[in-house]
């Protein structure tokens, strides 16, 4: 079995910031692509940013120049360091990891979400 947890989420003023992190588990043989996606209520989910094994981020528009995406591939985690942040930024925050098991299966993973609420 695979999960992925993420953590950080909370309540947050205009222009401040907050670090999610989120952490794969179990049977895991490698992990490609990570990424954070978030989804706003009345609204379908959309990507924020995503990452490679090898480092090469891609982020959406609406964030360049305010959101960080990294991972540690030693610790099977991914961050997203959030800064300058915007009430429209309001959102669940959800984890995604392309995930090879140890059975050798691939499969898209989701963690459970993390709540980022910005207002003053």
């Known amino acids: 079995q695979v999960q992925l947890v993420e953590s950080g989420g909370g309540l947050v003023q205009p222009g401040g910031s907050l670090r999610l992190s989120c952490v794969a588990s179990?049977?895991?043989?490698?992990?490609?692509?990570m990424g954070w996606y978030r989804q706003a209520p009345g609204k379908e989910r959309e990507l924020v940013a995503t990452?490679?094994?090898?480092?090469?981020?891609n982020y959406a528009d609406f964030v360049k120049g305010r959101f960080t995406i990294s991972r540690d591939n030693a610790k099977n985690t991914v961050y997203l360091q959030m800064s300058s942040l915007k009430p429209e930024d309001t959102a669940v925050y959800y984890c995604?990891?392309?995930?090879?098991?140890?059975?050798?299966?691939?499969?898209?993973?989701w963690g459970q979400g993390t709540q980022v609420t910005v207002s003053p």
């Open positions: 990452i490679t094994s090898g480092g090469v981020t």
């Open positions: 179990g049977s895991i043989f490698s992990i490609n692509a």
């Open positions: 995604n990891a392309d995930i090879i098991s140890t059975a050798r299966m691939y499969k898209d993973y």
